[in-house]
Nanobody, 126 residues
Framework: QVQLVESGGGMVQAGGSLRLSCASS????????MGWFRQAPGKEREFVAAINWSGGSRYYADSVKGRFTISRDNAKNTVYLQMNSLKPEDTALYYC???????????????????WGQGTQVTVSS
C-alpha cells in the first residue's frame, strides 16, 4: 500500500508563494506519474497538475498555468508543487495523487489514480 504524505500548506496573502511537497513510501514511485488535486469548501475535487514518471511531461489546469509548477525528485520519492502569484480562489485542501501508470491521460487526468494523500490546507487571504 502506497502512502502519500503532503506538507507545506499554510496561510499566505494574495500574491504570495507556497511550495507543497508529497513524499511517497511506494517502491514504484520512480515509475509512476504523480499529480496534485484540490478541493475547496462546497466544491468538487478538481485537477491541478500532473507529471509523468520522468518529469518530461507536465500538465496543468488552465486556472493555474503560468503560476504553478509541478516537479519531482525520484531519488527522494517526492513530488512538489510550487505555487506563485496565489489568489484567494486558490484556497483549498490540496491532495497528492499517485497514478497507476507511467503517464497521465491529459484528457482525463482523474483516471488511473491508485493512491491519495490526506491533503494539506492552503489558505490565501485577500
Amino acid at each position: 500500500q502506497v502512502q502519500l504524505v503532503e506538507s507545506g500548506g499554510g496561510m499566505v496573502q494574495a500574491g504570495g508563494s507556497l511550495r507543497l511537497s508529497c513524499a511517497s513510501s511506494g517502491r514504484t514511485f520512480s515509475s509512476s506519474a504523480m499529480g496534485w488535486f484540490r478541493q475547496a469548501p462546497g466544491k468538487e475535487r478538481e485537477f491541478v497538475a500532473a507529471i509523468n514518471w520522468s518529469g518530461g511531461s507536465r500538465y496543468y489546469a488552465d486556472s493555474v498555468k503560468g503560476r504553478f509548477t509541478i516537479s519531482r525528485d525520484n531519488a527522494k520519492n517526492t513530488v512538489y508543487l510550487q505555487m506563485n502569484s496565489l489568489k484567494p480562489e486558490d484556497t483549498a485542501l490540496y491532495y497528492c495523487a499517485g497514478y497507476q501508470g507511467f503517464t497521465v491521460d491529459s484528457a482525463t487526468p482523474t483516471s488511473g489514480i491508485g493512491s491519495w494523500g490526506q491533503g494539506t490546507q492552503v489558505t490565501v487571504s485577500s
